[in-house]
């Protein structure tokens, strides 16, 4: 898994819209990367639910927000416009992000593991446990 101080490995998928996101897209500003087991689950609902609701907080420090479940572009989307999601949701059903991280689990699903990235793409802490945890520690950092 990757580890605090390394650099985040910097991946290309589509997310909900189908549109490609790239991570290094991202340079320049804080990033929460989430990982998560399956879209519209109750665990990945509340944690979903909770970055959503914390979003104008982000957004104002310009944090970016992007969930990864092995989910396909269907089902992302289907899970954002269910429950409102206002952040990107990448769709990695190659599983080959959640592999660059160390977070595919032996059901072939993701993990429940946050990434905290700093501004110029480093790994300033790993979240791992409860779903409410992983944005209460993006909050402390960020905000």
Do not use: W
Not at 64 to 92: H, M, P
Not at 105 to 119: K, M, T, Y
């Amino acid at each position: 898994m990757v580890a605090v101080g390394e650099l985040a490995p910097d991946f290309e998928a589509p997310n909900q819209d189908g549109t490609s996101v790239k991570l290094s897209g991202m340079r320049g500003h804080p990033v929460v990367l989430y990982f998560y087991p399956k879209a519209d689950t109750p665990g990945c609902t509340i944690e979903a639910k909770g970055f959503r609701d914390h979003m104008p907080e982000f957004a104002a420090k310009n944090v970016r927000v992007v969930g990864v479940s092995t989910d396909d572009c269907a089902d992302q989307k289907k899970f954002a416009e269910k429950y409102g999601l206002n952040f990107t949701l990448i769709a990695d059903d190659s599983k080959a992000v959640a592999g660059k991280y160390g977070v595919l689990g032996d059901s072939g699903h993701a993990r429940r593991v946050s990434f905290l990235i700093d501004p110029h793409g480093k790994v300033v802490e790993v979240v791992d446990g409860k779903p409410e945890h992983h944005v209460d520690r993006a909050r402390a950092v960020f905000l």
